[in-house]
């Protein structure tokens, strides 16, 4: 069990997707993430997991962003090659049960056997920077440092299949995410890219070191924007605390897979909110 009320260390990147809360006169809000109490955890247990309700204060109404969605996530201790391993296990695992044990209701979606197949590891793996060149070869006009867009996402996972896009530049990612010691510039991280759905999981090794944590948070984006917002470096205390006082840190890793977008393209829909019962967007509230 996690909370789902929490403190801003809830937030994956954005702060200002959050939704606030009045909790007895004191600003929190409704949790993104369980990653930083699942770290903590996996220092004692090896390998921990939760199902979240994710909620984000998303302003597109599209086909492809909830405003609350299902969120898989898990941690390890463990390296980076490990944890893509998990991830691709983890997701052919499920696309196995549809293929052995759910013929009926796959025949019911359409979804052939082939279109499965093509979700069995390994999945190929790509450096940001190659996604980059292979994207600006095929009509696009981007340099290092550019985010990647949905319809990049879809591009290139509607022509390569599942991939892994892995060592963006760590402006882009999560504060904690790990540097590469190679090449300081990106983070040993990861966004799988599935077809349809696009980036499906995010995943990267952990920095535990407590100086270089406090270093990359007061450096990031997502801690100016909530210093804007009256908040402080208080909200990490915990978290902080915790890797300054704990006397023999392992290396760790974790991902966060979301569910639906998963859904949605193993069963081939064209919208994320036919992968949801009760899809809820900026408009629609039931």
Known sequence: QVPHITKATGACE???????LDYFGRHTYLTQTAQLQLEVLSQFLGRVFTLIRSFRAEPDVDDRHLTEFSLFEFEHVGGFDELLHHIENTIWYGVRCVLEERTAERKAFGVEEDW???FR???RRMRYEEAIRWLNEHGFDLKWGDDLKSHHERLLAGELGPVFITHWPKHLKFFNMREDPADPSVVISADLELPLAGEAVGSAEREHRYERLVERLLESDMFKRLVARGGDIS???WYLDFWRAHEAPKLHSGCGIGVARVLQAVLRLKSIKEAVVYPMDRLTVF
């Not at 954005?14 to 606030?20: C, R, S």
């Open 235 to 237: 909200d990490w205390d």
């Open 14 to 20: 954005n702060i200002d997707t959050m939704f606030m």
């Open 121 to 123: 590891p390994p999945y």
């Open 116 to 118: 499965l197949e093509a």
